[in-house]
């Protein structure tokens, strides 16, 4: 990680590293934890795969829902590691998302406790790195996690 450029989170979530990988994967569970709440998610397109779309839409009222992300998957390993740019969109097309262009990172390994889930998101450039700290970078990435780890948590102790 650069910290120049590069901004990041790090937590263990007590769930199987498969729960986590599934809750990433699988659209159904992925749209309930990706927006912090009370806002929602709904997933057009989550292709979990090089060169798969990741498109969902976002609501702030549970009835219209408007665009949020519309992103490329660069890598993925399975159980182990997503790598999403939201600088080409699912098309393929370069794009100019708002508020800032990121990669980011998403690394998933055992813990004895669980899963110790990592996420490094990367900017081109100081400076937009500074914009995406400034609109919220910790609190949003730290809640959505939070939520990811409550939802697998949830799912492991039924």
């Known amino acids: 990680m650069n910290p120049d450029l590069d901004l990041g989170l790090e937590r263990i979530i007590r769930a199987p590293r498969a729960t986590v990988w599934r809750a990433w994967t699988d659209p159904s569970q992925f749209e309930q934890w990706w927006v912090p709440a009370p806002s929602r998610c709904k997933v057009v397109r989550l292709d ?11 609501s702030d009222d549970g009835a219209e829902f408007v665009p949020h992300m519309d992103a490329c998957f660069l890598a993925v390993e399975e159980a182990h590691r997503i ?7 699912s098309t393929w097309r370069p794009a100019h998302p708002a508020p800032v262009a990121m990669t980011a ?3 998933m390994d055992d813990h004895p406790d669980g899963t110790d889930y990592r996420l490094v998101v990367q900017h081109r450039d100081p400076e937009a790195r500074a914009h995406h700290s400034e609109l919220g970078f910790a609190d949003g990435w730290t809640t959505v996690a ?6 697998a948590e949830g799912i492991t102790s039924r």
Do not use: S
């Open 48 to 58: 979990p795969r090089p060169g798969g779309a990741f498109v969902t839409r976002l």
């Open 105 to 107: 990172t998403i690394t």
């Open 146 to 151: 939070g939520q990811l780890a409550a939802f």
């Open 83 to 89: 790598v999403f740019t939201n600088a080409i969109d």
